[in-house]
């Protein structure tokens, strides 16, 4: 049998999802991969781990009836980067590390000798991925070992295996052009060659099906990404030794770029039909000879599936193709494992919720009742109904008071002074000295703070016993700054498991859950809460924290709080209303926190809102009005302060040239931004949109293990108080540093302070 009947008679699959987590549904291979990096696990040991990871979840799928296994999704670090690595694009400065997963480590982490790549989102997710960097001496060579391996794995189980991989466009289109290189897209054509070969590769393991996702699709990113794409595809399609390809597109609707797609050889597309249209699908005729893949089962968020709804979408799209496969609308990357680990939810809350498990049997049922009919699921559908029908008339889910207080807020109540006055006025009161240093917020989340966490929840310790460990904890955070010389503090946030949970657990409207851990990115997890309701806040959160910082020192202590858009994006949220809707009530639950905060005589408050960018819509055409929504809400938040209080906010690791506007916008006195890693280029698109408050450039990532010389931190400022001005500039690093060890934070912080110091006293010689 030739490899072109092989691949022309495969069999379409029916039910998949097209992707899954690798954090372990215990965050085992966070602790493994931590404890590689500390030299206490060997790297048998930790592949043993992962193998055991990736096994489990494609036992699972199997045993929930998949008959297709998305493989290669595996990751000690992140997707992209192993694409990176899989094209042999890895930047020059990490070819001397001879070990490749040291090498892996090193462009994900840094060394003490190299920085990393580049952090950013996801698209407008919370996951982050490393920017690959394409500069003129890049030279790109297949490495599939990886691919191949994880292939031969589950084939050896017996498991119908879909290797899944970042398709050449999505890469190029993320990727970064460094040293002059021109525009990543225009070497496409060098991509074409080694993922024909990746393809005969797969043919030969004996791969029926391979998925390469290109999510890009669904965005703006380029006028011409859907001629680029049918020229990919139909060069890869004309290959005659490959698997059937499916396309993936996901987070969007892929508009005309479906029909694009729908005109090359390949043999299958997937469509987010959660976030996409059933109209767009319906509306390409080319596939009628292809599978599709119906993503109508939301991989994204944590709400049961409405199975009526999603059988309805299935029937409507059911003629616009060869074959029809149920799944999941993107990788379940995005979710928590399993609703097994949650033993103390509520029973009501219980049953509006699904997991990634529970998303696998949703896939499964729907996929079951396309074929064989609905009364062969009928009990499921019950099931879906009567959950549905709870948690509609579930009186928590709607507060009168809450909704008649956002119908009043006026035009007054979003708007500060202007910002020269608001300026003269915090020098007054704080009489800060020039190029401020500080920090971003939370300090190393120590072995000590873990302990007397585990105690509370233990019952080993009582409240009482633990905030006094907490502010014996603040104590030392204050004396460690005091010592390094900083001029504004914080007090740590030891009390505070996460920036986001740790609010939304004190607020009416939320709920937290045991195990419902998610990747942020490389080894870092978060614990997302769950919006299901309306949102207020009951009483302050933590004004007793700040004042008692503020009573061991003369210097200033910040205030800190998460901004509205960001407890939006790192929540569950709920999808009953619209989001804009929720992050005013969020906004007026931090606006009575910081006028509390000012109350009990703060004169600096930090509203942090690192997610603004995450948020953004995937087409230009709907971002002006979430931007105008998020800026809104932020200004809810921050407006109800004097003048001579200073606002601080944050942002950081997103690509920010899309919402640079906005930030001006936010209209906060201060705000810091990720610098480091993107090399101050931040500065000049703030010049340009108008901003004309002060900035606190990062100075130094915080995200990679190495300390900063004092010079490293001389050179990064000087380059930024050229652009930004002595009057107008702060000095921070680029982060939290909560995910730091102590002993590093000390010698990073005392190089920043040491230069700040030496360009202060250059400032009355340059102007």
Known sequence: MSDTVRRDSAAPFTTTVLGTARIGPRRELKRAVESHWAGRLDRAELETIARRLRREQWAQLAEAGHDSVPVNTFSYYDQVLDTSVLLDALPPRFAEIDDPLDRYFAAARGTAEVTPLEMTKWFDTNYHYLVPEIGPSTTFRLNPEKVLAEVAEA??????????????????????????????????????????????????????????????????????????????????????????????????????????LARTPIEGVAVDLVEGSVETVAGTP?????????????????????????????????????????????????VPYSLDAEDDLDPNLRGWLAFAAEKFREVAVLSSALREGRAA???????????????????????????????????????????????????????????????????????????????LRSGEIDRAEYENRMKNEIADVVALQESIGLDVLVHGEPER?????????????????????????????????????DVSRPKPMTVDWITYAQTLTSKPVKGMLTGPVTILAWSFVRNDQPLSMSADQIAL???????????????????????????????????P???????????????????????????????????????????????????????????????????????????????????????EIFTALSAALSSVGAARLWVNPDCG??????????DSLTNMVAAAARLRESIPLTG
């Not at 020269?420 to 704080?430: G, M, P, Y």
């Open 589 to 623: 639950a931090i606006r009575d926190e910081t006028v509390d905060l000012e109350k009990a005589g703060v004169g600096i408050i930090q509203v942090d809102e690192p997610a603004l960018r995450e948020l953004l819509p995937a087409r230009d055409a709907d971002k």
């Open 155 to 260: 084939s050896e189980l017996g498991l119908p295996a879909r290797p899944v991989v970042v398709g050449p466009v999505t890469f190029l289109a993320l990727s970064k052009a460094v040293d002059g290189a021109g525009a990543p897209l225009e070497r496409l054509d060098e991509l074409v060659p080694l993922y024909r070969d990746l393809l005969t590769r797969l043919a030969d393991a004996g791969v029926a099906w391979v998925q390469l996702d290109e999510p890009v699709l669904v965005t703006d990113a380029a006028a011409d990404l859907g001629l680029r794409a049918e020229s990919v595809y139909n060069a890869l399609g004309s290959e005659e030794r490959r698997p059937a390809i499916v396309v993936a597109t996901y987070f969007g609707d892929p508009g005309d770029r479906l029909t694009h």
């Open 377 to 455: 699921q009928a009990a499921a559908f019950a099931e879906s109904s009567s959950a549905l029908a709870s948690r509609a008339t579930d009186p928590r889910l709607h507060n009168d008071d809450v909704r008649a207080r956002l119908d009043a807020v006026t035009d007054a109540d979003v708007t500060r002074g202007p910002a020269e006055q608001r300026l003269v006025k915090q020098q007054e009161r704080l009489g800060l000295p020039p190029l401020p240093t500080t920090t971003v917020g939370s300090y190393p989340q120590t072995s000590a703070i873990r302990l007397a966490r585990a105690a």
């Open 286 to 334: 080319g596939l009628a000879d292809k599978l599709l893949i119906a993503g109508v089962v939301d991989g994204r968020n944590v709400w049961r599936t409405d199975l009526d709804r999603a059988a309805a979408t299935l029937a409507t799209v059911l003629g616009s193709a060869r074959v029809v496969a149920v799944s999941t609308s993107c990788s379940t990357l995005h």
């Open 497 to 533: 498991n996460d920036m986001v949970q740790y609010f939304a657990e004190q607020f009416e409207g939320y709920f937290a859950t045991a195990n419902g851990w998610v990747q942020s990115y490389g080894s870092r997890c978060v614990r997302p809460p769950i919006l299901f309701g």
């Open 625 to 711: 009005a979430y931007l105008a929504w998020a800026v809104r809400a932020f200004r809810i938040a921050t407006s109800g302060v004097r003048d001579d209080t200073q606002i601080h906010t944050h942002l950081c690791y997103s690509e920010f040239g899309e919402v640079i506007g906005a930030i001006a916008d936010l209209d906060a006195d201060v705000t810091s931004i990720e610098a480091a890693r993107s090399h101050m280029e931040v500065l000049g698109d703030l010049d340009e949109a108008g901003f004309r408050n002060a900035v606190g450039p990062g100075v130094y990532d915080i995200h990679s293990p190495r300390v900063p010389g004092q010079d």
């Open 737 to 746: 540093l909560k995910t730091r060890g102590t002993p590093e934070v000390v």
